[in-house]
């Protein structure tokens, strides 16, 4: 092996994977006109990677977006953004925290209810996939889209992603070269990349992730009900709701509709263990 670094390891077994198996239960990435699905983002983490830059919120971030991720809200061009979620070490961070919001095709946000908002967690992999459109120029900023991201019982970092090739880039006082998106058009869409590298310590991985037969369901989850409890797939819980699962009791941090392979001891950022 000398010669190959671990990087190059991983990223040779990422793309090993096929994209349905390496996203698990999100949805599956953007496809051509004809149907057929694009080539994951390789695993693009390396050790002196900078940690992702942040940036100012803005004046148009509301709590408690619905868990979800697609943003499909209104009409304009489509675009899939897919990318990872990095610690310091190039570990991936599953369930983390992806809390997103961007303004409508008219460069207009919705502050009345929930129009291209949204949160998710990222896949046991570290992975996200978030299907939107390309948000319209708001007065004075490039176009953008804004993010909260946090892994599990970490600060959040709140930042914003920028699109290549904008005229406006150059005149926007925000505007940090470093949280460019990767993009590229698809015939009348478009799909956007970018990887999340949070000052989270933890041990580099040595090899890669485990891989799964090409014939392991996408959508492959722990069973929510196997170690008993209260906890329910599809169900509406509040701020303050409290579960079991395992024998153990929960306590509901972010008001959200539950989903199968989000059971509590997944998904520390909606649950935390009383």
Known sequence: ?????????LQAAIIAI??????GGLPAIART??????????????????????????PYFK???????SMLDGPGTRLT??????????????????????????????NVGNKFRGHQLTNTQGAFSLTTIVPGLYPG??????????????????????????PRNSTDTLYDPALLM????????KQATFDFVLNVPGTPPTSPPPSASPSASASASPSPTAPGGTWQAYVAYAVGARVTYGGATYTCQIAH?????????????LWKRA
């Not at 092996?1 to 390891?9: E, F, P, Q, W």
């Not at 709590?63 to 991720?69: C, D, G, Q």
């Not at 599953?94 to 997103?100: K, T």
């Not at 990767?182 to 869409?189: C, D, E, L, P």
Request: hydrophobic residues 30%.
């Open 1 to 9: 092996m000398a010669g190959i670094s671990r990087k190059k390891l």
């Open 18 to 23: 096929p994209a349905p198996i390496l996203l």
């Open 33 to 58: 006109p004809s149907g057929q699905p694009l080539t994951p983002t390789p695993f693009s983490c390396d050790e002196d990677d900078d940690l992702t830059p942040p940036q100012m919120e803005g």
């Open 63 to 69: 709590p408690n977006s619905p868990l979800r991720t």
């Open 81 to 110: 953004l897919t990318g990872y979620v990095f610690g310091i070490n190039c570990q991936p961070i599953p369930g983390a925290l992806l809390d997103f919001w961007q303004a409508d095709n008219n460069g207009a946000y919705d």
């Open 141 to 166: 900023r490039t176009r953008h889209i804004h993010v909260k991201v946090q892994a599990p019982g970490r600060p959040i970092l709140t930042t914003q992603l920028y699109f290549p090739n904008e």
């Open 182 to 189: 990767t993009v590229q058009q698809v015939g009348s869409a």
């Open 257 to 269: 509709t539950s989903l199968p392979g989000w059971e509590p001891p997944n998904t520390p950022a």
